[in-house]
């Protein structure tokens, strides 16, 4: 579906953003894509769905350079944006039926059902965006991208703006998504987000891939194959760190009674520190 070679990028001279990305995202995936602020997920995004010219390398989506059918691509794919682009002084509505406007009539979900499934409050349907809060923009912006049915869909932080009943909510629909085929390029810096939904993960850091695979395997690799061990012993509680091989044998120390026993499994936050050097936020 997508297919991204050496990709470069720079909006000024002598410092480059991108610094030739390799990856590809097949057919009804979910390809999370991850980095703290300032590594280039935005600039990527935007070069993929065509907003930003003049970059190096190759890029395909649909089989097809997006040189060639930058129209034809525009009908196929959904974007939710970083910032919400919505016309502040209309409503919900008035912003829905224009962006549904650019598109065949034949290919638009109706709106309403798609407010109503985005939960949003349907006393504002007709007033200005200007009056909404950060999460019913976010409705809207996800109801833009999913107005009509793409087959690729491009999510930049679909749930920054969100309480956690909304982020649950989009989550599932991103779910219904790929189980009906489409596509999702999610652009995130939050892990639960990728650790939930995403097949493969990319790690971006300083315009560079830094590690690629899916979160299982990631964690496997990473494993530090270590238990996290409460204990009693001679009145005592006491909680001890050791080698998973260490319990082949049974407990190796002496103890009166085991509280609990967990293994250390390092979370994809913990990993992405270990492949970039730093954290998320
Ligand atoms: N229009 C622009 N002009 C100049 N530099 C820019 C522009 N947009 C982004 N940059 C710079 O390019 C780099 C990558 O930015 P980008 O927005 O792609 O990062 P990001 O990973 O999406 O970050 P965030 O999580 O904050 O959205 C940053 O150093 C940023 O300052």
Redesign the pocket.
Known sequence: MIKVKDLTFS??KNKQ?LHGLTFSVSDGEIFGFL????????????ILTGILNGYGGEVNLFNQSIVIKQKEFQEKIGVLF?FPYLYTNLSALDNLNYFASFYPRENCRDIFELLEMLDFKNDYLKKPVSSYSKGMRQRVSMARALLSNPQLLFL??PTSGLDPSGAVLFRKIIEEEKKKGTTVFL?T?NMVDADLLCDRVAF?AD?EIKALDTPKKLKEKNSNHQAKIDYLYQGKSTTITIEIAELGGGIPFPHDEIISIHSKEPTLEDIFIHYTGRGLS
Do not use: V
């Open positions: 909006y000024q953003t980095g703290p602020n300032g590594s280039g997920k935005s600039t990527t995004q935007k970083e930049d932080e652009t810096h971006i315009g």
